[in-house]
């Protein structure tokens, strides 16, 4: 069974850094895009920033030049550096990856989310 576990939430003041990590568990044939999302109450998930397995990067006009999203392959892990944090980043935020498993043709695939909240 694919497993996607995040950790590195939590309170932070603004102008403040947090490191959010997302690990890939299971049995894994490939892994293509992978991501962090975030999903203010009522409305819908929006992306933050994405890596493909090659390193090419995508990020929100409202992250760039604060976030950074990085990509160790050998661990089945992404990384999300925030730095600057402001109180509007305060969000659940949640790790994605489209995967291939040996039980399983390409799918996606979503962690339970990890808590983001910049006091002001």
């Known amino acids: 069974q694919v497993q996607l576990v995040e950790s590195g939430g939590g309170l932070v003041q603004a102008g403040g850094s947090l490191r959010l990590s997302c690990a890939v568990s299971?049995?894994?044939?490939?892994?293509?895009?992978m991501g962090w999302y975030r999903q203010p109450p009522g409305k819908q998930r929006d992306l933050v920033a994405d890596?493909?397995?090659?390193?090419?990067?995508n990020y929100a006009d409202s992250v760039k030049g604060r976030f950074t999203i990085s990509r160790d392959n050998a661990k089945n892990t992404i990384y999300l550096q925030m730095n600057s944090l402001k109180p509007e980043d305060t969000d659940v935020y949640h790790c994605?990856?489209?995967?291939?498993?040996?039980?399983?043709?390409?799918?996606?695939?979503w962690g339970q989310g990890t808590q983001v909240t910049v006091s002001s």
């Open positions: 994605y990856a489209r995967i291939e498993s040996y039980r399983r043709a390409w799918s996606d695939y």
């Open positions: 299971g049995s894994i044939r490939s892994i293509n895009r």
């Open positions: 890596i493909t397995s090659s390193g090419s990067t």
